[in-house]
Nanobody
């Protein structure tokens, strides 16, 4: 069992930065691949970024590549999403999720989810 709690969301102007954190409970965090997803009003939940259990592999949606960076600290049971050069279209609720050995890109493959944190980017 893994419980995930996101933090770090907020209101920022276009071009600004935010750093999201996702703290996990449980002693097995280091076994899980972690993903960040987002969902804007009226839209489906979409993949943003993912990182393998070791941190050796990272994946990004084309829309955020070059602007967002995912990382993890297994000693702190935490995964991060550094978001730079934010755009109004990045506005959404951001969720972190955990899974083992499945597709990084598909929300149904993730076993555990956080409650989400709101990111609002003003123009």
């Amino acid at each position: 069992q893994v419980q995930l709690v996101e933090s770090g969301g907020g209101l920022v102007q276009a071009g600004g930065s935010l750093r999201l954190s996702c703290a996990a409970s449980g002693r097995t965090f280091h076994r899980y691949d972690m993903g960040w997803f987002r969902q804007a009003p009226g839209k489906d939940r979409e993949f943003v970024s993912a990182i393998s259990w070791s941190g050796a592999r990272t994946y990004y949606a084309d829309s955020v590549k070059g602007r967002f960076t995912i990382s993890r600290d297994n000693a702190k049971d935490t995964v991060y999403l550094q978001m730079n050069s934010l755009k109004p279209e990045d506005t959404a609720v951001y969720y972190c999720a955990a899974q083992i050995g499945a597709s990084y890109y598909e929300p149904p493959k993730y076993e555990y989810w956080g409650q989400g944190t709101q990111v609002t980017v003003s123009s």
